[in-house]
């Protein structure tokens, strides 16, 4: 993609306005704390800290918006008394330019280092720098920035207190997450009943998984129907892929085709049900035919074999599903079946705030390496605010911060997400301060309309957030301009004048990402190369259990599931990240990246038919499946440096591994469980397929290949 048609692109997208579901209570509440954060200041300390306050409890509630599973109101803490010791510290420094400089360079790159810890925790850090730029120039003395500091904090406080007194929908992310992987399973049942093969995101489910890790406090006040339904969910996923797929499962066509329908669509109507039960906090309501499509008493006279295995565990995985969903079983019971699912204990438990600070730290500091993305956007950021500083100062327009404030709000460690904002940023910077401008102009309102009006805009600003953020930096802009209106800020700086300080936050930002890039596109490879490792140990690991039931656990089957899932997530981030960046595609072409994305997907998918059918402890062994076992693994750690090298890699120790299996079959005089065997080809057929996909020669797609995408 050229440069053109990449800032085209991205423009697009920045200034795009979409419909969203609005929430009104919680927008609401964090208006109704910010007026009251800055009737207090009028009160007993005048409008400048007023204005000061304002700041704080606005930024406090932008963050509770933020999308993280900690408890909104410690977001809003940190958010507030992080802002205050900005504040303070930069008034401290300010009077003196090269100290305040040299302040600004450390706050800046330490928060474009936050990026390391999550987006949310870098854009706390980058909203308090920009809000920092405003703020400091308000007090007049150390002891009026000691006041600021601490109403700063105190607007922190404000929000975090009516968020614990009025909650509005309490574990309402926690409900959303979780409902949202069972509705997701739900329509997975049903795409299966028409296309035995169909594709499954895992996103929903480990959205759920990182919803459900808590802090000791939320455990304790976690509601019981957030117990047990996703570990049932986990186990049910393969359970119908294999009970659907042709290969291992009911034949194409006949009778028992048609019960497994009947299966699937049962199991959709329950896994449903669940969702809007858990989703909306009410009692589940179970339709009555899927219950007497499941309890149908003939179901072991139709479906024969494997069909019949996955049927039997289905039934039973979906009982689990209604008793939960009825309440039935004592809480321990349900923490223990969620925590079944997932023996990764220490991932389930969410450290503390305190605890959780070496942790970002270390974090932050491992990127401290040449190459880091993280690091290279911290260096931009950093490099584009100092300079934007500079300009600001040296035009002759007065308010110069509008230029840095505006570069490290759009500033993002990706290409498109910055040059999108940026786009939007401007955009709707010209919309808002011109609005505001007009208003104030036209009506000059005192301190108390003037807060009014910086309170609508808020209203407006968390209203409207999710719609779009040209939407939001209007309204943001003018909460801005009316808000330093309230503090006696005069009305020379013209419309024209912040909006080319905005402009040139804006250009400087573009051009930094132009001039030291960190494009994901040449890192491609990479990632397919770890997504290939990591689904060779999850089928490897999954093969090892037929092998040798009794020695290893599902604990080593799940903890190579998730590693395989967060692999192919970061490459699907990867290249949707690369979509947009002005980079040729440098050996991996965009065709040679879906294909190879598809063979990849089988052979999850092939692993995730065999591990359906896990045999019990005192199942008998199979030998030669621990010698395609170690095939697996080192032909797929060998192939991923071969795909980081720009090879093509080969598959001759799989492929002598599975002859070697069928021979030993033939002189036994004996044929493997045909879940383990043809899931075994079926692993097989997808690596090869990855290889013709990165040599050029991938073949058409299979249509009706047992093989389907996971």
Known sequence: MGWLRALRETARSGLTIERRRLEPLIAIRGAAGLALVIGVGLAFFGPVVAASSAFGAFQAAIATFQRSWRPRPVLALVSGASLAVSTFLGYLTGVHLPLFMVLLVLWTFLAGLAWAAGPTGGIIAASNVGIMLVTITLPTSVAQASLHAVMIAFGGVVQAALIVLFPVRRWGAQRDALAGALAAEADYARRLRHDPVATFDPVPLMTARSAAAVTPRQARHRPAELHGFRG????????????????????????????????????????????????????????APAIAALKTPDTGAILTGSARRAARRLSALLADVIET?????????????????????????????????????????????????????????????????????????????????????????????????????????????????????????????????????????????????????????????????????????????????????????????????????????????????????YAAAVVDQYADPGERGPEDVRAALLASREARVAWQEAVARAQHEPVRHRGLSRTAAEDAQHALAQLGRAGMLMEAHLPEGDAAPVPAAAQLAAALRRATERGAKEVRERRAPHWDAVREALERWDEEDRQRGRTSDPVVRNGAGLLLESLEEFSQALDGSAGPRPETSGAGRS
Not at 260 to 266: F, G, M, P
Not at 386 to 403: D, E, K, R, T
Not at 482 to 489: E, P, R, V, Y
């Open 325 to 537: 969903a009825e309440g039935d079983g004592t809480k321990e019971d349900r923490v223990e079946a969620d925590e079944a699912a997932d023996t990764i204990a220490p991932h389930r438990r969410r450290p503390t705030l305190l605890r959780l600070v070496p942790v970002v730290l270390r974090t932050m500091r491992a990127e401290l390496r040449p190459g880091s993305p993280i690091l290279r956007h911290a260096v931009r950021v950093t490099a584009v605010v100092a300079v934007g500083y500079l300009i600001g100062v040296a035009l002759p327009f007065g308010h110069g911060y509008w230029a840095p404030m505006a570069a490290i709000m759009v500033m993002r460690p990706e290409f498109a997400q910055t040059y999108a904002r940026a786009a939007g940023r401007f955009g709707g910077t010209i919309v808002g301060v011109f609005v505001a401008t007009v208003i104030v102009r036209t009506v000059h309102p005192g301190a108390g309309p003037a807060a009014a009006l910086a309170v609508g805009c808020a209203l407006l600003m968390y209203l409207l957030m999710r719609t779009g953020y040209v939407v939001g930096q209007a309204c943001v802009s003018a909460y801005v301009v009316f808000l330093l209106g309230m503090a006696g800020d005069v009305w020379s700086q013209t419309v024209a004048e912040r909006v080319v300080l905005t402009l040139v936050g804006g250009l400087l930002a573009m051009i930094s990402y132009a001039v030291y890039p960190a494009w994901e596109t040449p890192r491609l490879r990479n990632r397919l190369g770890d997504w290939l490792a990591a689904g060779g140990r």
């Open 232 to 287: 049932v969910a986990e186990r049910i996923r393969p359970v119908l892929a294999s009970l659907a797929d042709p290969a291992v499962g009911a034949p194409a066509e006949g009778p028992e085709r048609d019960r497994a329908r009947e299966l699937l669509a049962a199991a959709a109507s329950v896994l449903d049900a669940a969702a809007g039960a858990i989703r909306h906090g009410t009692p589940v309501r179970l339709p």
